[in-house]
């Protein structure tokens, strides 16, 4: 088992067919992974779907760069945040209840959030879940800047999202 302080958490900011967040926490060795659509949100309470996508291993964390034309995914990756998270017990159990507990030590977000999954109706194709900031000294609240407006540029090379797809150093 890894300290439960060096487990990576990353966040992507994944210019696709449609613009998405991957958000990702390692657990067991991979990186689970939720597409967000709008991004994370800093204010409490405000719930953001992230719906569940494939694991991703520990390789792909710090990839920026250009997914081909043609390729799944394809378009530009930024790394838009990366630290590291602690779950609150065993994740791999709080992730089959559906519900899971945890803090984030990243370089953009931090402090307390939830991932709730949603119970998935009948005709589903996709496990639906909502991130969630909770209240603490690093949330925000609704009148306060979005921080994927002020802070957009890569953890990692400080490069916008179109300075990326443009291939630009
Ligand atoms: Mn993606």
Do not use: C, N
């Not at 990353?10 to 967040?21: P, S």
């Not at 931090?110 to 603490?136: H, Y």
């Amino acid at each position: 088992m890894p300290d439960a302080a060096s487990l990576a958490y990353r966040v992507q900011k994944h210019a696709a067919r449609r613009l998405h967040y991957d958000f990702r926490l390692e657990v067991g060795g991979v990186l689970k992974s939720w597409a967000v659509t709008k991004g994370p949100s800093l204010v409490a309470g405000e719930r953001r779907l992230a719906v569940a996508v494939a694991d991703h291993g520990l390789d792909y964390a710090d990839f920026e760069g250009v997914i081909a034309p043609g390729r799944y995914g394809a378009g530009a990756v930024l790394l838009w945040d990366r630290g590291t998270w602690e779950p609150d017990g065993d994740p791999a159990a709080a992730l089959a209840a559906g519900s899971l507990a945890f803090t984030l030590h990243g370089v953009k977000l931090t402090g307390r959030w939830r991932l709730m999954r949603l119970k998935a109706g009948p005709r589903a194709r996709q496990t639906a879940w909502l991130l969630v900031k909770s209240r603490d000294g690093a949330a925000r609240g609704p009148g306060d800047p979005d921080i994927l407006d002020e802070l957009p540029r890569s953890v990692l090379t400080g490069r916008t999202v179109e300075q990326v797809a443009a291939g630009a150093a």
